[in-house]
């Protein structure tokens, strides 16, 4: 007997992210929200697990990150932080070089911002984008099916009867 093992295979994940600013250093203020795409190959990075971002989406002070798919550097998804001092760097469409990283010296988060220069700490935050749930609608039309399919299999089992002549 032959046993075939099948794994799923490891796949990108997703982490929403915001931060707004707390203290500005000089400069305006700054906030952002998106998501961070990363890769599905885990490493160490200064003892910690960590994914490199792939790919950044979302808006920075109301102008839309674009950003191409890269490596912008590495999402960590344990240890106390979600970025390290070497952080993050993308580019918003109207034309801002955003720096966002974590400055260990202070144990805050902080972001950069180029043309127009600011540079503010921020309160910042991450978390795992879940999957979607299916709706109600949904998942009554799963139950309806399953059950259509338990009772035609039903009737096909009940032996027919046959009337013997005498």
Avoid: H, K
């Amino acid at each position: 007997m032959a046993f075939f093992l099948c794994a799923a295979p490891v796949v990108a994940a997703e982490y929403s992210f915001s931060f707004v600013t707390n203290q500005p250093l000089f400069g305006g203020p700054v906030d952002g929200s998106g998501i961070f795409t990363t890769s599905d190959t885990p490493m160490t990075v200064g003892g910690e697990t960590a994914f490199a971002v792939t790919s950044i989406t979302g808006m920075v002070n109301g102008s839309a990150i674009a950003a191409p798919t890269g490596n912008y550097g590495n999402y960590f998804t344990t240890g106390g932080t979600f970025l390290d001092g070497s952080g993050l760097r993308f580019f918003t469409a109207a034309g801002n070089d955003i720096r966002f990283f974590f400055q260990d010296s202070v144990g805050r988060y902080r972001v950069n911002t180029f043309s127009p220069g600011s540079s503010s700490f921020v309160t910042a935050m991450s978390a795992p984008v879940l999957g979607a749930v299916p709706e109600p609608g949904t998942w009554a039309t799963m139950i309806l099916g399953f059950g259509a399919i338990g009772l035609s299999l039903r009737r096909s089992r009940q032996p027919s009867m046959v009337r013997a002549r005498a």
